[in-house]
Structures are given as structure tokens and as C-alpha cells.
């Protein structure tokens, strides 16, 4: 039930529990003692995550922001960022979990590494009490990537334990500090500078937007050194300790930037002013390292925007069934269970997509697809990132509207579930940027036929029925529209980009859907029902209403 200011519940929630999604997604794609162990650490986890780091959440946002102590008594910058008590118990909480650290190294009681799956997983679960806090975690996961993939041994050993800790070792979170003040997405426009000391290097320069400054043990920083050429070429990836020996590595926080949302991130400028730095590999290949590691963060992007979905949908769920109108619970009316189908089939069906995703890009990581699952990947990244972005704003905003005056009130998490979810269209590449990744990949790889040979496969082995060759309609339809595409000008591409990225995303959800209703039957036919209906409009004014006729079965999970 909603807990309004000042109640007491009498049983603690959970968001793995009664999670019949995700519980499935777990039994597909994990097996054996993995899937124990899964269920039984997501089950703590989510009880966690729905109480005590909720509680830890509210306080953050609302009286425990972080913020910059600049300087000590004696004068001296010190750049230091406080974080309030419950945020530190947060990290150590979560980090103990092994969401950063059991996708590089083995989880102790199974003797084997755990994986994307598993971590994503921990993620969603967090995403839906805690989004600002899983920014941080993502940029650990990156970090870990980057130094996993591309560092050498040593730089490795140096690093990777402590951004992998998980209670055994002292925890370094991690860092990415791409943008600069004259940039923003224009990464190549970059010109903090690296200069040659002996081994290694020394950075001169600003990042203008900043996060988990003052959190990060180690940041992963692109540079230009001394000479290299100008644009993106000549960045340069390096591995910077925020300390050394216990003191700042001649890393200054100018200011700590204040955000609309997810205020448990510290965002600052940071200032570089002879801070020592690792180059990692081959100094040619920074910005391709980077790219590598934005891919994985914006999957993180669209796991907390799914995670927002989920909370927002069942505090509108939960506040319908317990608030009265006219005589009614507001649950009754035809057009409240409209909202709330609409709301359920879109959050399952992306939610199975985002996880079919992350088993892609799970293979993709350990070098067991093809070329064109890769290029499949890269592509479905920038569609689901892009499409539960925008998702996670729409879905605050219904959960405000479900509460009426009480939605806008602090008392509730509404008002935060819309400032944290604003920022997710932006970070990671807002709209426009993915608009020109998907051109990228059509121009350099046809990216559009292995899409569209990937939906007719899947398509393919389904049973034939109404809703399949629906289906199989709209990808002809598609397909012309998608060559077209990619016989027009650069112009020409650019502009339609964006309104082709939400068709394909609705194209592979829809075929989600469809699968998950021939593998799973009832409510998963209801959910498709509805899903396809809403994606494409098909309902026409006096039709039948399949929301309505649905909703008892749909939601008998998220009513109290």
C-alpha cells in the first residue's frame, strides 16, 4: 500500500517478490545453482532496496545532498565531497552485493563469475528506490570494463581489485570524465592536455560536468597528449587515482553543479593541475575505448529508466486501488485501468526487451557473437535507451497525474521519480545523438538489414495468427521506410531518425511480446494484446476496450 507521511506499514515490501517478469527472465536465462544463488541474494536485495535504501534515498534528495567542502581550516583546498551517513551505507551495502564486482571476478560460494544478467538485474532493483545512486554504480561498472578489457597487467592489478571490491579489499569507485565546457557531446572538440613525466603523464585542464567527483577512487579521463592531432583522433584514454599516498592527486573540485534530479550523484568541475595519469593501451585508441564503455553505461541507462517505470507504475497502481472518488475507488473507473494496462504492457514488454538486450551484449562482451550480433547490439542499444528515456519521464507523469494534488507533494515519491527519470534522455547521448548513431550504423554497416533480418527470424518461428501477421505488416512497412532511409542525404537522415528509432523500438517490442505470449501463455497474451494495440494505434474510437477487458487478470500482481 502507499505510505503516506507519518504511516506505518505492517509488513516490509519487496521488489524482487511477486516480480513474475523478471523472475522469468532469470529462469531464461540463467540455470543451475547461478539461479539459485540469483534468486535467493535479488530476494534480499529487493527487500532492501524497498526499505531501508528507500528510506536512505528520500533523505538525500530531499536534506542529505552532497556538498563540496573546498577548503580545511588552515585554507588549504581539499576538495572534499560529504556524503550524509546513510548514502555511505548505501555504497557499502551495494557494492557488497558484487553488482560491479562478480562480473570480473568469481563469486566466492559458486566459484564462478556471475554476469550482465545477474548484475542488471540488481540494478533494475535498485533503479526503483535509488536511480541517482545507480549512476554511480554505473560509472564503476564502465570503469571496470575499461580497465578490465583495454589496461595492461599492471595497470590492472593496480586498479581492478579495488574497483571489483566487495568487502575484501578497500573500494575504489569509478569515473568517466569526458565533458568539457567548449564540447558537451562534441567529445572531439576536447583539449585537456597531457603532458609527457618520465613514464607516464601529467593532465592540465577541465571536465565541466563531473559525476561522482570526490566519490571515484580512480577516474577514467579522455586527454590529448602533447602533439597528437586535433578531433576525436587524438584523444587519448588515461587512469587517473583521485589520491595519492592520501593526498589529492592535484585534482581540484571547483564547484559541485545543482540538479534537477538524481542529487545523490555528486556532479562538479573538476580541475586537473599536474594530476599524474596512466595511458591505457595504445594512445590512439582513447575515444574508441571510451565508446565502448558508453555502450554499457547507456544499457545501465535504460535498466534505471525500466526501474523507474516499474516504482512509478505501482505507486499509481497502489494509489488507485486505495483512493476514493465519487463514490468509487478511483481502481473502478474504466478509464483509471486503461491508464494502468497501458502503463503494465509497455513496462513488461520493455523490460523483457532491455533483459533480451543485455543476454545479447552478455555474449557480445565475451567474444562469442558474430559481426552482426555486434552490430545488432550497438543498435539495439541506442533504440532502448533512447525509447525507456523517454518512457521513464511518461511514466512519472502518469504516476503524478494518478495522484492528483497528492503526486506533486514531496511526502510522495512521485515528484522525484520525474526530476531523477529528466536526466535520462540526456546522459549517455540525448535523442539527437542516438539519432546519429543509428545513422552511423545503417551508412557504415547497414545496420538496417541485420535489424530487420533479426525481427524476421524471430517473427518467423512464431505460430501463425492475427497478431503475428500484424505484426509482419508493419515490418514490410518498415523496411521500405528503412531503405529509403538509407538512399537519402545526410539531411535527410538526420531528420528522420529519431521518429524511425521509436518505430523500430516498437517492432522489436512488439516481437517481445509475442513470444513471451506463445511461451507463457494467458497474461502474457492479454499484455501482448494490449501492447500492440497501444504501440500502433490500433484501437479505433468505439472499439472494444481491451484494457479494460483485461485488467483484472493483469493486474492482480501490482493491486494490494
Known sequence: MVQVKGEKTSAKRNFFQGDQTLQLILKERLAGEMLNYADRELAAFGELCANEIDERARHTDREGAPKLEKYDRFGDDVSHVWVNKGYKKTVEETYRTGIVGYIHKDIPELGKRGNYIYSFAQGYLLSQTEPGFYCPVTLTMATAYLLDHFADEKLKARFLPHICATGDVELFEGATFLTERQGGSDVGANVVQAVKDGEHYRLYGEKYFASNAGMAGVAMVLARIEGAPLGSKGL????????????????????????????????????????????????ANGLKYMMEALNLSRIC??????????????????????RGAFGKRLVEFPMVQDSLMKMRAKQEVETAAVFDLVALYDR???????????????????????????????????????????????????????????????????????????????????????????????????????????????ANSLQLELEAFA?????????????????????????IALEWAEKYGEKYTALAEVFIETAWTARKTGGEMTTVKHFDLIMQNTRS
Open 236 to 283: 587519448t584514454l588515461f587512469a587517473v587515482p583521485w589520491r595519492l599516498n592520501g593526498k589529492l592527486n592535484n585534482i581540484k573540485i571547483r564547484r559541485l553543479k545543482d540538479k534537477l534530479g538524481v542529487r545523490a550523484v555528486p556532479s562538479g568541475e573538476v580541475e586537473f593541475e599536474g594530476a599524474l595519469a596512466y595511458v591505457v593501451r595504445n594512445p
Open 301 to 322: 541507462n535504460a535498466v534505471a529508466s525500466i526501474g523507474i517505470m516499474k516504482r512509478a507504475l505501482t505507486e499509481a497502481a497502489e494509489y488507485a486501488e486505495r
Open 364 to 474: 557480445v562482451t565475451k567474444g562469442e557473437a558474430t559481426p552482426e550480433e555486434t552490430v545488432l547490439s550497438r543498435l539495439l542499444i541506442a533504440i532502448l535507451k533512447k525509447e525507456t528515456a523517454e518512457q521513464a519521464i511518461h511514466f512519472s507523469h502518469e504516476a503524478i497525474e494518478m495522484h492528483g494534488g497528492n503526486g506533486y507533494i514531496e511526502d510522495f515519491v512521485t515528484p522525484r521519480l520525474l526530476r531523477d527519470a529528466q536526466v535520462l534522455t540526456v546522459w549517455e547521448g540525448t535523442a539527437n545523438i542516438l539519432g546519429l548513431e543509428l545513422v552511423r550504423l545503417v551508412n557504415k554497416f547497414n545496420a538496417h538489414h541485420v535489424f530487420l533480418g533479426h525481427v524476421a527470424e524471430r517473427l518467423g518461428k512464431l505460430k501463425a495468427n492475427e497478431q503475428v501477421a500484424f505484426i509482419h505488416e508493419k
Open 487 to 511: 538512399a537519402s542525404d545526410a539531411d535527410m537522415q538526420a531528420f528522420d531518425a529519431k521518429q524511425l528509432m521509436q518505430k523500430m523500438a516498437w517492432l522489436f517490442e512488439s516481437v
